[in-house]
T-cell receptor, first 110, second 114 residues
Framework: GEDVEQSLFLSVREGDSSVINCTYTDSSSTYLYWYKQEPGAGLQLLTYIFSNMDMKQDQRLTVLLNKKDKHLSLRIADTQTGDSAIYFCAESSHARQLTFGSGTQLTVLP | NAGVMQNPRHLVRRRGQEARLRCSPMKGHSHVYWYRQLPEEGLKFMVYLQKENIIDESGMPKERFSAEFPKEGPSILRIQQVVRGDSAAYFC????????????FGQGTRLTVV
C-alpha cells in the first residue's frame, strides 16, 4: 500500500530557514500536500502541488517536488516562533482521500 | 461561514459504551471525510461520504464502526462497544466537491476510553 515517510523532529533558530522532507511510494500520486497542526487544533492546509509541477512558492513557503525520487520538501523562510507546529506531508491519487505521513515536529528556538 | 464543526471536542467513554462523534460540514459542502489519528501518528483515512451515501469505507474497521451523513443534520461516526485501542483523535474534513484540495478540517474529537 501507499506509504509516506517524514523525519520526526526538526529544530531551527528563529530567522533561519526550515526544510522539512518527505518521501512517498505511490507512483500514482497526483497531488501532494503540506498541512500544519498546532497543539489541540485541526489541520490547516498550507499548500499543495500537482504532480506535474516541480516547484511552488507562496510567500515564505516553497515546495519542491522530485517526482523521479518521490521526494517532497517544504521550505519555510525566515522561520518564526509561530511556525512551531507539527507539519504533515500527504498524498492523494485523485484528490480524494489523503495518505498522511507521521508528521514532523518543528521547534523554533529563540 | 463557520468552519467545520466537530462535537464534542473531548469525549470520555468507559469500555463497552458507545461513542457518537458529530461533524457539521461547512455551508455548501456535501462531502465529508473522517480520519483517525492515533497518538504520535499521522491521520489515517476511515470513510468518505456524500449526502446520504457512503462512497468509500475502505479505511473503516469491519466491526463496531459505522458512519452516516443524512440529508439533514451532521455526519455521525459511531463506535459501538468501545475498547481502549479506540482512544484517538477523530477528525472530519468537508469539501464542496469531494476534492481534498478544497477540503477544510475540523478541530477534531479526542476520544478517551477508560
Amino acid at each position: 500500500g501507499e506509504d509516506v515517510e517524514q523525519s520526526l523532529f526538526l529544530s531551527v533558530r528563529e530567522g533561519d530557514s526550515s526544510v522539512i522532507n518527505c518521501t512517498y511510494t505511490d507512483s500514482s500520486s497526483t497531488y501532494l500536500y503540506w498541512y500544519k497542526q498546532e497543539p489541540g487544533a485541526g489541520l490547516q492546509l498550507l499548500t499543495y502541488i500537482f504532480s506535474n509541477m516541480d516547484m511552488k512558492q507562496d510567500q515564505r513557503l516553497t515546495v519542491l517536488l522530485n517526482k523521479k525520487d518521490k521526494h517532497l520538501s517544504l521550505r519555510i523562510a525566515d522561520t518564526q516562533t509561530g511556525d512551531s507546529a507539527i507539519y504533515f506531508c500527504a498524498e492523494s491519487s485523485h484528490a480524494r482521500q489523503l495518505t498522511f505521513g507521521s508528521g514532523t515536529q518543528l521547534t523554533v528556538l529563540p | 461561514n463557520a468552519g467545520v464543526m466537530q462535537n464534542p471536542r473531548h469525549l470520555v467513554r468507559r469500555r463497552g459504551q458507545e461513542a457518537r462523534l458529530r461533524c457539521s460540514p461547512m455551508k455548501g459542502h456535501s462531502h465529508v471525510y473522517w480520519y483517525r489519528q492515533l497518538p504520535e501518528e499521522g491521520l489515517k483515512f476511515m470513510v468518505y461520504l456524500q449526502k446520504e451515501n457512503i462512497i468509500d469505507e475502505s479505511g473503516m474497521p469491519k466491526e463496531r464502526f459505522s458512519a452516516e451523513f443524512p440529508k439533514e443534520g451532521p455526519s455521525i461516526l459511531r463506535i459501538q462497544q468501545v475498547v481502549r485501542g479506540d482512544s484517538a483523535a477523530y477528525f472530519c474534513a468537508s469539501s464542496p466537491t469531494g476534492s481534498s484540495t478544497e477540503a477544510f478540517f475540523g478541530q477534531g474529537t479526542r476520544l478517551t476510553v477508560v
